[in-house]
């Protein structure tokens, strides 16, 4: 089982960046692909950029593409998500998730789950 710990929301003006972290704890080793969710009120969680174990192939939901970037630190068993060019419409609480199976992140799905932080964007 993994532990799965976030930081870095907050509140920004729209075209500001933020970068959230992601400290994973207990079985990990490697072993898990990774990413962040997010979920504005009264929408859908969707994903927004996953990485694979190897760190080889990454993913990005279309609405985010070029300004967000996803990465990961092994050593530290850390992913980060580079937020750039914020928009209101990216308002929404960040969750960082993680699964043995990268394709099982890729379609939405995961075993593991952090408690989440806001990000607001003004406009």
């Known amino acids: 089982q993994v532990q799965l710990v976030e930081s870095g929301g907050g509140l920004v003006q729209a075209g500001g960046s933020l970068r959230l972290s992601c400290a994973a704890s207990?079985?990990?080793?490697?072993?898990?692909?990774m990413g962040w969710f997010r979920q504005a009120p009264g929408k859908e969680r969707e994903l927004v950029a996953a990485?694979?174990?190897?760190?080889?192939?990454?993913y990005y939901a279309d609405s985010v593409k070029g300004r967000f970037s996803i990465s990961g630190d092994n050593a530290r068993n850390t992913v980060y998500l580079q937020m750039d060019s914020l928009k209101p419409e990216d308002t929404a609480v960040y969750y960082c998730?993680?699964?043995?199976?990268?394709?099982?992140?890729?379609?939405?799905?995961?075993?593991?789950w952090g408690q989440g932080t806001q990000v607001t964007v003004s406009s």
């Open positions: 990485i694979n174990r190897s760190g080889g192939s990454t």
């Open positions: 998730a993680a699964d043995p199976r990268t394709s099982s992140l890729w379609s939405g799905k995961a075993s593991a």
């Open positions: 207990g079985r990990t080793s490697g072993n898990y692909a």
